[in-house]
């Protein structure tokens, strides 16, 4: 417990040294503030809720969560340290729910430092901060499993880039699970049960549904789910890769 | 104890350790010497729990690398090759980190943090990202990191590469000081390394070990073992009559210095025949040696020539 708190730590600090972590945080609030405004209607619509900023969101998690995890294990294996890491007494599991923690709990910075949205619509309403509270918490879970797909991609490459394009992919994917362009392409040539299993696995639809404002256990526990299974296929890619 | 049973591994169809059988007391020093590509670092990397074996079966202080990593990694200390540190870390913040992982806290932490500082003179560097460090002061923190837990077994792969050279004579002072109740393997490829630091020494190439011996048994095998070589001027009819003594294999002159050698046949003293010889032919010697042997040769020959091997 104590080493794996000694990674999340090194990792966290790893982020804040780096202007990197400062350029994310700009980025993606000057992105979520422009989505809300001009592209959602903020104003317009005349309702005080945040639906535009959380419809928005998931894509613009597509684009930034895998920049957060790409590093993690690729940049290890690049500069040699994987091979110190692996050799000091730490469990790979451990390792990796250091590393992802740490990017996390980065990830619920950025994310928190929305508020002044949350301040606003307050000012301008009443909104029902329960659901707003609920909405938070689903992106929070689908940032997680955004992020745990970009941990375990990341443990099977040396290079950040091959780990970017691969982690934004499959994330697609997941995004557009459900979607009928995905759906419609499926449909034709799948046996219908496993086209809806395959829509089952849309994080926009689980997301959905808990930014609506329901915590339904089902969608909590499909992202914690999602989240175990991909940390997992990283533990394995790190076994299976391990030559440095 | 560091022990290796057959230990092999495959890169693809290549071999590129075969049936490495090794084993490293407490209170041992032992080179892994090889030319580059020999397998030394897949060795180590097998040892350290790095790389999965392919075969045969290795061990750190008597725990199965394999089937308890978790106490062989505790009972290790491990200088990657390159010695990998990371660079936008303080050398401070690095070393405390390691600390953490290996569950040193409170007045412990705090003294061998002391120790290790002081032993490898990080004193100036401590606050510093480790990246804009010189090469020579990366690999100290490499072997910092190492002995920071204080442990039975260290395994350091080239230690001193990238030092000058009065860091090198302090990196294996500091070595042979560790050893007294520790065992080390180390890997290199410099041999001046291996008298200086290593009580045995393990010679390795193309994935096999071809020597396990002492230094001194190393010199022994070289045809120097015995040899006697000096400078003379005018020392022409000298050498026709040294290589007619019967101990005398042969005389070798070197071309640019002309210094002469003298190779005894095998088990032959020669030393005193060719001592008067010299003195009764009134020879004006500037140098005179009785080779102990030279393990650059004894190297070549074990490294290049598989037959020789065998």
Known sequence: MSALLAVLRRELAAYLVTPVAYVFIVIFLALAGAFTFYLGDFYSRGQADLTPFFTYLP???????????????????????LELLLTLPIGRGAAMLGKFLAAWAFIALALALTF???????????PDNGAILAAYCGSLLMAGALLAIGTGLSAATRSQVVAFILTEMVGLGYLLAGHRLVQGLVQGWLPPGVADALAGFSFIDH?????RGVLNADDIAFFVLTIVCWLGAGVLLLELTETG | MIEAENLS?????????????????????VGLLG???AGKTTSLRMLAGFLAPSGGRARIGGHDVERRPHAARCALGYLPEGAPSYGEMSVLGFLQFVARVRRLSGERRRSRLDAVIQQLELDDVLALPIETLSKGYRRRVGLAQAILHDPPVLILDEPTDGLDPNQKHAARALIRGLAHDRAILISTHLLEEVPAVCSRVAVIARGRLLADATPAELERRSRYHGAVSFSARGAGPAR????????VDTVEVDAPGGRVTVFPKPGRAILAEVQGILAAQRVEVSEFALERGRLDDVFRRLTADPAEAA
Request: charged share 15%; aromatic share 10%.
């Open chain 1, 207 to 211: 997301y959905e549904a808990i930014a």
């Open chain 1, 116 to 126: 002044p949205l949350w301040l606003t619509v307050n000012y301008l309403g009443h």
């Open chain 1, 59 to 81: 894509w613009l998690f597509l684009v930034l969560v895998p920049a957060v995890a790409m590093r993690l294990w690729a940049e290890e294996r690049r500069s040699g340290t």
């Open chain 2, 240 to 247: 026709a009559a040294i290589s007619l003594l019967p101990g």
């Open chain 2, 9 to 29: 591994r495959r890169y693809g169809g290549m071999l590129v350790v075969d049936a490495l059988n090794l084993r490293v007391r407490a209170g041992e020093v």
């Open chain 2, 35 to 37: 030319p580059n590509g």
